[in-house]
């Protein structure tokens, strides 16, 4: 009963966050003051949060909410701005799926009952849903590299499969892919009624919810598209590399990283007690439970309103939800500080912005094909791409959180061309480490693109070890 009293309250507060400002969603990322001398993550100052709408403390309950983005009336966003004598050129668009089943279950208790099926008059709405799984009928094969063309174009189980998408994934990128038309086909007209197959770059991981949240952004996007034309590669790398994966280097950062991880969970003798709790309530050893990665479990719980699990020992509650949130933010502020995640996200996102940029380059050159590129990723895509771009502050990405890219053009002087950087519509572009000092040095509204090319094609490397000239020397060098 106070579990619901609770979650009423909960999910009033959830809507109330949808309409307010946009900083909500992204507070942690505000400007970096920098001494004289340079940066120092020790001079790093955060502007005060807006005491309205964000917490005074970290509220493990506020973070989980924004985390689930549950769908509610359009955000307002950022993306499509820029001086008048400036044109889209081209997008490039990097998402995390949405809404998922978790990856894990708790043992010895009973999967939470989430029906994965699309039903166009259950909760959350959306208006083009049914449209969508009439088109998503019609597909074929044809459509998807292989081993795509295997996978069912959009959830379709009464008990959610674990890690399937669910309805409130499908409405998130629904969502995200009607405000993108909005912005970029109606206001900005970076695609013509007739646009044809190569000006779209289609590509995703080989998961189903990778697949359908794609597909679901697609579909908001250019509602009724022409199967025919459609054609999404299969991305066998979660870090989007392929060919070129292999980087030893990245690996020893992942693993000490990895160290770092378990040494800091040791120390947290809440944490702790906590598991050895949740274990006994449900009768296995706590070991065992850890290794389930509750956490994953009980944020489904959390997001789709359903109390958490009971056995005949007694309950999980949100005590414990709250200590072990908790301790994911308590993490990722500790691996900001500790480095050793961003020398295995600069190895880690290279490809990825390497293929981004060289896509912009062809852009840049006039080129008319790929201008609208989507990347139909997962969290551990994002969040180092995140944090190789200096974009540290940034939260973790929530489900259907969209990361993009866009080209402009000076129509004044055509040679001329810039990026904006958009993470979930708010503009990042300033907080990025390749342009973070650029309102110091220049009069020019925008981001120039040779800042970000400069940036991955040499600044990522230096930033890591100070010598390094290209992806792979620094891949190669010996021991950190
Ligand atoms: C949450 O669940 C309770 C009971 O299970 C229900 O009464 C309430 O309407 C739900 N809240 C929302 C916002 O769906
Ligand atoms: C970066 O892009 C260039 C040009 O397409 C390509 O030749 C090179 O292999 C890429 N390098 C990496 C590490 O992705």
């Given at each position: 009963m106070l579990f619901r009293n609770r979650f009423l309250l909960l999910l009033a507060l959830a809507a109330l966050l949808a309409f307010l400002?946009?900083?909500?969603?992204?507070?942690?990322?505000i400007p970096v003051l920098t001494t004289k001398n340079g940066a120092s993550s020790k001079s790093r100052k955060r502007i005060l949060p807006d005491p309205v709408t964000e917490p005074p403390m970290t509220d493990p309950i506020y973070e989980a909410l924004l985390y689930c983005n549950i769908p509610s009336v359009a955000e307002r966003s950022m993306e499509?701005?820029?001086?008048?004598h400036f044109k889209l050129i081209s997008v490039h668009v990097l998402i995390r799926h949405g809404d998922r089943y978790p990856l894990y279950a708790i043992p010895k208790t009973k999967r939470p009952?989430?029906?994965c099926t699309l039903v166009a008059?259950?909760?959350?709405?959306?208006?083009?849903l049914e449209a969508f799984i009439s088109h998503m009928s019609k597909g074929?094969?044809?459509?998807?590299?292989s081993p795509l063309n295997?996978?069912?174009?959009h959830p379709n189980h009464p008990l959610c499969e674990m890690g399937e998408l669910t309805q409130t994934g499908v409405v998130q990128h629904l969502q995200n892919g009607q405000l993108l038309r909005d912005i970029y086909?109606?206001?900005?007209?970076?695609?013509?009624?007739?646009?044809?197959?190569?000006q779209l770059y289609l590509e995703t991981t080989g998961k189903s919810r990778t697949l359908q949240s794609g597909l679901a952004l697609l579909y908001g996007f250019l509602?009724?598209?022409?199967?025919?034309k459609i054609y999404f590669r299969h991305q066998p790398s979660a870090l989007f590399?392929?060919?070129?994966?292999?980087c030893p280097l990245r690996n020893q950062y992942l693993e000490k990283e990895q160290r770092r991880q378990y040494l800091l969970r040791l120390k947290n003798s809440p944490l702790e007690r906590t598991y050895e709790e949740m274990a006994k309530i449900v009768d296995i050893p706590t070991k065992q439970l850890r290794a389930a990665n509750p956490i994953d479990s009980l944020l489904c719980y959390f997001c789709h309103n359903i109390s958490f699990p009971c056995t005949g020992s007694g309950c999980i509650d949100m005590g414990h939800f709250k200590v072990i949130k908790m301790h994911q933010i308590e993490d990722e502020k500790e691996r900001r500080e500790k480095k050793l995640y961003l020398g295995y996200s600069l190895l880690g996102a290279h490809p990825i912005l390497n293929q981004t940029i060289n896509r912009m380059q062809r852009s840049a050159e006039g080129?008319?094909?790929?201008i609208f590129a989507l990347y139909s990723a997962h969290d551990v895509t994002l969040s180092p791409v995140l944090s190789a771009l200096g974009?540290?502050?940034?939260?973790?990405?929530?489900?259907a959180a969209r990361l993009i890219f866009e080209l402009w053009q000076d129509?004044?002087?055509?040679?001329e061309h810039s990026v904006r950087v958009l993470y979930n519509g708010v503009d990042v572009t300033f907080h990025t480490s390749f342009c973070q000092d650029h309102h110091r040095r220049s009069s020019k509204p925008m981001c120039p693109l040779e800042n970000l090319v400069r940036f991955v094609k040499r600044d990522m490397f230096v930033a890591l070890d100070?010598?390094?000239?290209s992806y792979y020397d620094a891949c190669h060098r010996g021991e950190i």
């Open positions: 400002s946009l900083s909500l969603q992204f507070f942690h990322l499509g701005h820029a001086p008048h009952e989430i029906d008059n259950r909760k959350p709405y959306h208006p083009k074929s094969g044809a459509s998807f590299e295997s996978l069912p174009l086909i109606k206001k900005h007209k970076l695609l013509p009624n007739d646009w044809f197959t190569d509602p009724d598209f022409d199967w025919k590399c392929s060919g070129n994966c292999y080129r008319k094909d790929e974009l540290s502050e940034a939260r973790f990405p929530r489900f129509r004044e002087k055509p040679s100070g010598t390094s000239a």
